[in-house]
């Protein structure tokens, strides 16, 4: 059974950074898409940064509010992903997950959360003003 644990989350000041840690155990890391995601109280689940392989463009894949601001790394002899997150907003406050997937046929589709197999149990991220 493929696990996946968010760390790294926690308060911090608007304008300020944290990173985002992931491991996952279990399975071929290499081989999977990874994404980030989050969810802010009352709002549905949002797509943050996505990390595909196997296609011709492997680059990262973010959402509008995440260019910029926010990158997505992995390691994948640690089986590991990151999410940096460089200044922060109030709004960015939110529990993030990440997620991994076994098959995702396009880079345009990261950001689908329907198509995750695997879900790490989300961590806490505050930002205050």
């Known amino acids: 059974q493929v696990q996946l644990v968010e760390s790294g989350g926690g308060l911090v000041q608007a304008g300020g950074s944290l990173r985002l840690s992931c491991v996952v155990s279990?399975?071929?890391?290499?081989?999977?898409?990874i994404g980030w995601f989050r969810q802010a109280p009352g709002k549905e689940r949002e797509f943050v940064a996505g990390?595909?392989?196997?296609?011709?463009?492997?680059?990262?894949y973010y959402a509008d509010f995440a260019k910029g601001r926010f990158t997505i790394s992995r390691d994948n002899a640690k089986n590991m992903v990151y999410l940096q997150m460089n200044r922060l907003e109030v709004e960015d406050t939110a529990i993030y997950y990440c997620?991994?997937?076994?098959?995702?046929?396009?880079?345009?589709?990261?950001?689908?959360?329907?198509?995750?197999?695997?879900w790490g149990q989300g961590i806490q991220v505050t930002i205050s003003s």
């Open positions: 997620a991994a997937s076994a098959y995702i046929s396009a880079k345009a589709l990261l950001n689908r959360a329907a198509l995750y197999d695997y």
């Open positions: 279990e399975g071929s890391f290499s081989s999977y898409h």
């Open positions: 990390s595909g392989i196997s296609w011709k463009d492997e680059d990262p």
